[in-house]
């Protein structure tokens, strides 16, 4: 299997030691489990990502940033290397913001993973949103799909009282009755039907969306070596969940404590395929012309994603 040959990732493995006076003693790659991100847990579990960048004498510091938004902040800061799980419209906002940052892989495609989910006793249909407190973490796909919601409704977010909340604080916050709908995926979908709760709607028919992994410019140009060890660790977990997948899926259980049925229910919802491809670009496209539209980016701002964000090497990871 070739890993990342563009960036030259055998040269990367067999040299980068020489030269680890040009490195970094540290690099700072976030984690993300929520949804459902089965490679990045497997990939922290099995201590790939530490055996990946141990040929450079570099320590891996993994800090856990679970909004876009504030991934895309600490990488415009020079906080953070690598973002392993961006919502593609948090990279397009970052990047049309002047963000250094590029767009090097896919990390999934998961459209019926992301719910807008109420209690047994909340609003029955779409149509009965306005005015409703809606909690979930503000700047990621999960705000898109309540955008085109509302939209699908003729509504806006001014037409609610949007509230910014991690995914868990958002299911706890909906449970306990304080607000009427939460923007949800992965095991807090499945505990709060659980709990009686169930889901307006999917993003089905709604968004596209792409996750993808994205890194800070700089590093990307002056490391690329570095990035390529990256791409070993996490193409070593994908390797691992087709070869192992129950012992993967008990890995993701007792991470995000639920149980192992619950978790298989979880992965047929995703492809982890890292390669972008131009189905992905036509997606991430048009997640661009809607933010244009729902008024979340300005149209001066509007950029050709291949040639601009996506680096080529996105299209040629195996």
Request: hydrophobic residues 50%; proline residues 6%.
């Given at each position: 299997?070739?890993?990342?040959?563009?960036?030259?990732?055998?040269?990367?493995?067999?040299?980068?030691?020489?030269?680890?006076?040009?490195?970094?003693?540290?690099?700072?790659?976030?984690y993300?489990?929520?949804?459902?991100?089965?490679?990045?847990?497997?990939?922290?579990?099995?201590?790939?990502?530490?055996?990946?960048?141990?040929?450079?004498?570099i320590?891996?510091?993994?800090?856990?940033?679970t909004?876009?938004?504030?991934?895309?902040?600490?990488?415009?800061?020079?906080?953070?290397?690598?973002?392993?799980?961006?919502?593609?419209?948090?990279?397009?906002?970052?990047?049309?913001?002047?963000?250094?940052?590029?767009?090097?892989?896919?990390?999934?495609?998961?459209?019926?993973?992301?719910?807008?989910?109420?209690?047994?006793?909340?609003?029955?249909?779409?149509?009965?949103?306005?005015?409703?407190?809606?909690?979930?973490?503000?700047?990621?796909?999960?705000?898109?799909?309540?955008?085109?919601?509302?939209?699908?409704?003729?509504?806006?977010?001014?037409?609610?009282?949007?509230?910014?909340?991690?995914?868990?604080?958002?299911?706890?916050?909906?449970l306990?009755?304080?607000?009427?709908?939460?923007?949800?995926?992965?095991?807090?979908?499945?505990?709060?039907?659980?709990?009686?709760?169930?889901?307006?709607?999917?993003?089905?028919?709604?968004?596209?969306?792409?996750?993808?992994?994205?890194?800070?410019?700089?590093?990307?140009?002056?490391?690329?070596?570095?990035?390529?060890?990256?791409?070993?660790a996490?193409?070593?977990?994908?390797?691992?969940?087709?070869?192992?997948?129950e012992?993967?899926?008990?890995?993701?259980?007792?991470?995000?404590?639920?149980?192992?049925?619950?978790?298989?229910?979880?992965?047929?919802?995703?492809?982890?395929?890292?390669?972008?491809?131009?189905?992905?670009?036509?997606?991430?496209?048009?997640?661009?012309?809607?933010?244009?539209?729902?008024?979340?980016?300005?149209k001066?701002?509007?950029?050709?994603?291949?040639?601009?964000?996506?680096?080529?090497?996105?299209?040629?990871?195996?």
């Amino acid at each position: 299997m070739k890993l990342f040959a563009s960036l030259g990732l055998a040269a990367a493995l067999l040299f980068g030691p020489a030269h680890a006076a040009d490195k970094p003693k540290v690099v700072h790659i976030t984690y993300v489990t929520a949804p459902f991100n089965l490679p990045s847990i497997v990939m922290r579990e099995k201590g790939f990502l530490d055996a990946a960048f141990a040929p450079f004498g570099i320590k891996v510091e993994a800090p856990v940033i679970t909004s876009g938004a504030q991934q895309t902040q600490a990488i415009a800061a020079g906080e953070i290397d690598i973002a392993s799980v961006l919502g593609g419209t948090s990279a397009i906002l970052a990047a049309a913001n002047g963000a250094p940052l590029k767009i090097v892989a896919a990390y999934a495609r998961s459209p019926k993973a992301y719910f807008l989910m109420t209690r047994a006793d909340g609003p029955a249909r779409l149509a009965d949103l306005k005015g409703k407190k809606i909690a979930g973490p503000k700047g990621t796909v999960l705000n898109q799909l309540l955008v085109a919601a509302l939209v699908s409704q003729k509504l806006t977010l001014a037409d609610v009282e949007y509230i910014n909340m991690d995914l868990p604080t958002a299911r706890a916050a909906l449970l306990a009755g304080q607000v009427d709908v939460a923007t949800l995926a992965g095991a807090d979908v499945t505990l709060v039907e659980k709990a009686g709760g169930r889901p307006l709607t999917s993003g089905e028919g709604l968004i596209r969306p792409t996750t993808v992994i994205g890194a800070n410019s700089a590093f990307l140009e002056k490391h690329p070596d570095l990035v390529a060890a990256y791409f070993a660790a996490h193409l070593k977990a994908i390797d691992f969940i087709a070869k192992n997948p129950e012992e993967a899926l008990a890995i993701a259980a007792k991470e995000q404590k639920i149980s192992i049925d619950d978790a298989r229910a979880q992965l047929p919802l995703y492809d982890f395929t890292p390669v972008m491809t131009e189905t992905d670009v036509a997606n991430l496209t048009a997640d661009q012309a809607f933010m244009i539209e729902a008024g979340m980016l300005p149209k001066a701002k509007a950029m050709d994603l291949k040639a601009k964000l996506i680096v080529p090497s996105a299209f040629t990871l195996k």
